[in-house]
């Protein structure tokens, strides 16, 4: 049958955590980036250069081959195109610190998952300082890790927040708020693309102050400011025609994702616009991969009760908070856009 697993597959599936390892160690050691500038580089050279005596080399070297990481030649390793593209540190599209998330937060949490399915909440935000319900809250108690997070967050945006300014139509926006906007990688990134365009960061106190200091590194003070705050609790910034969740509703149950919505609906004048900004599970229920394997953090780590959701369940959250929707705009990798209007 076409969609038969493999039986490859189903290695590659259970030794996932291997896998992920070896990925990490090859990053973390520094092979990938030795290889992009030595490229036929031989195993001693790379075992020299990563501080690992030959065992331990082989050991990494034969399972990132294996993986196709990295690819052999007699006893010389060349990374493979797509670690160039997305791994090497000086790729535009270096996805290293999203993989420092999986790393540090996404791998010890979701040991945790067997339970969180059973118990129906984020068992495994257990594994991380404080007290509070949601893994968000909980970074403020580590500067290190929160760190971690935001800049995966960030590295994440970059790449999204390019298609969000270039495909999305911005005209007749004036003032737009970021809900849960983070370090201000959004605002910056629409900010430098929309000139008449005025954004304010959304954010927890401690967020808000890392979105600060790159707003004023990028000159933009004059146009991009921050508003401290819970917006489940706290009024919405005053003043704003659109109120942007950029891989925000994903974290939140039906029930919360509507009460942000009604609340986002309030803040806004008659005809402002609300933006849902995603990756979007497809309404067919089995894919695509990249959100089926998402959705676990957030049962399990971030909040016990969000998910990657369907296009059709982001429109019915839009029409039961009172708006109307006006468009829904897919984009590059599994990304998409949803509008509503007050």
């Not at 005053?238 to 009460?259: A, K, P, V, Y």
Request: proline share 4%; hydrophobic share 40%; charged share 20%.
């Amino acid at each position: 049958m076409k969609d038969e697993l493999s039986y490859d597959q189903l290695v590659l599936i259970a030794g996932g955590h291997t896998a992920f390892q070896l990925l990490w160690a090859g990053i973390e050691l520094g092979v990938f980036s030795f290889l992009s500038r030595r490229p036929r580089a031989g195993s001693a050279e790379i075992a020299e250069e990563s501080q690992l005596q030959l065992q331990p080399a082989r050991i990494l070297l034969t399972g990132l081959t294996a993986l196709k990481l990295i690819i052999k030649d007699d006893d010389s390793y060349t990374n493979s195109g797509l670690v160039e593209q997305l791994i090497s540190p000086d790729s535009p599209e270096n996805m290293a610190d999203v993989l420092g998330w999986q790393r540090y937060i996404v791998y010890p949490g979701e040991v945790d998952f067997v339970a969180s399915l059973q118990q129906g909440r984020n068992v495994g935000l257990s594994r991380f300082q404080g007290s509070e319900d949601t893994l968000y809250e909980r970074l403020a108690h580590d500067p290190a890790l929160e760190k971690i997070f935001q800049d995966s967050m960030s590295s994440l945006s970059r790449s999204a927040n390019i298609m969000l300014a270039n495909q999305v139509d911005f005209s007749g926006i004036h003032h737009l708020v970021d809900a849960g906007g983070g370090d201000g990688t959004n605002a910056i990134t629409l900010a430098k693309a929309h000139p008449a365009l005025k954004v304010t960061v959304f954010d927890s106190p401690s967020v808000c102050e890392r979105a600060a200091a790159n707003i004023e590194m990028a000159g933009l003070t004059d146009r991009v400011s921050t508003h401290s705050g819970n917006f489940f609790t706290d009024n919405f910034p005053g003043g704003s025609d659109c109120i942007l969740f950029s891989h925000i509703l994903t974290i939140w149950s039906r029930e919360h994702n509507i009460e942000l919505l009604k609340r986002a609906r309030e803040a806004l004048p008659d005809g402002g616009r609300v933006m849902i900004f995603n990756m979007m599970s497809n309404d067919a229920g089995d894919g695509p991969l990249v959100t089926a394997l998402g959705s676990p953090y957030f049962l399990t780590i971030a909040s016990g009760e969000g998910m990657m959701y369907s296009w059709m369940e982001y429109e019915e959250f839009l029409i039961s908070a009172g708006f109307l929707q006006s468009e829904r705009l897919e984009l590059p990798k599994d990304h998409g856009v949803l509008v509503g209007i007050r």
